[in-house]
């Protein structure tokens, strides 16, 4: 078996990464590890091949750069044959207003990475997978793409354009037998919601919510979200008529606007 798997040096990455090296441990399993931290990515690999003997290729890379991850994706096929599974998991959030001139930079960023860096990652990938005539495509999403939340237009807009660009791929894929899911968490305990100050509502730790991703990748999910209790809380979403949700929102609470490095 053989994963990639981007934004792997943290948070829902690295989760997934070691509860697949936990649940092939011992086994015929390679993964594929993308970040943009080089020592984080080394850390890892050290950590789950030595604990569960199994293989790593790490590839420290932005996923940005669409020439850099179509390198690392050339370099893993040719090393080791075609992915039965990419995840696309490398993703940021920050507190974005648009009234601030300077926060049109973290728009971007926010929008490259979320968006095009599930493209970039997919796109190496495709041709490989047909010729095999199977393989499967995840992109992580998240609940905060089914309505706009104050405070967070950037990541809200990038989440809602993951989860259409992921139903457009999906149904683009079908007739090649390359599936993809759709994961859309709810908050998970991560150094990306450590930052936030307000009640997170069924707030799962990322390696529970990693065994719940694999599962629901294992089944071939096209859309699911996790934790089940977000997932009533999204439907519910989705049929509030505006002036409600308006009204609703207007004291909700904003994720803070810092600095983050990967501007």
């Not at 509502?201 to 599962?215: C, I, Y």
Request: charged share 20%; hydrophobic share 45%.
């Amino acid at each position: 078996m053989k994963v990639f798997i981007t934004g792997a040096s943290s948070g829902i990455g690295e989760a997934l990464a070691t509860e697949y090296a936990k649940r092939h441990k011992n086994k015929n399993i390679i993964l594929g590890l993308v970040a943009r931290r080089s020592e984080h990515l080394q850390n890892l690999k050290n950590a789950l091949e030595n604990t569960y003997n199994i293989k790593c290729a790490i590839y420290p890379l932005d996923v940005r750069d669409s020439k850099a991850l179509a390198t690392a994706a050339d370099e893993f096929i040719q090393q080791f044959g075609t992915p039965d599974i990419v995840i696309a998991c490398a993703g940021v959030s920050r507190g974005t207003l648009t009234e601030h001139q300077e926060d049109i930079t973290a728009f971007q960023a926010v929008m490259d990475i979320n968006v095009m860096g599930l493209v970039h990652t997919f796109q190496p990938f495709i041709a490989a997978m047909r010729a095999t005539g199977h393989g499967q495509l995840v992109g992580i999403a998240s609940v905060a793409g089914v309505r706009g939340l104050p405070g967070a237009g950037a990541y809200s807009a990038s989440k809602a354009a993951a989860i259409s660009y992921l139903e457009s791929l999906r149904v683009e894929m079908a007739a090649s037998n390359i599936a993809v899911t759709t994961i859309a968490p709810g908050y998970i305990r991560t150094p990306m919601t450590d930052v936030n100050t307000y009640k997170m509502p069924f707030l799962m730790d990322a390696d529970v919510a990693a065994v719940k991703f694999v599962r629901s990748i294992e089944h071939k999910r096209r859309f699911v979200v996790i934790p089940w209790q977000m997932g009533w809380v999204a439907k519910f979403m989705r049929f509030i008529p505006p002036f409600l949700w308006d009204f609703a929102m207007k004291k909700a609470p904003y994720k803070p606007r810092l600095n983050w490095d990967w501007l």
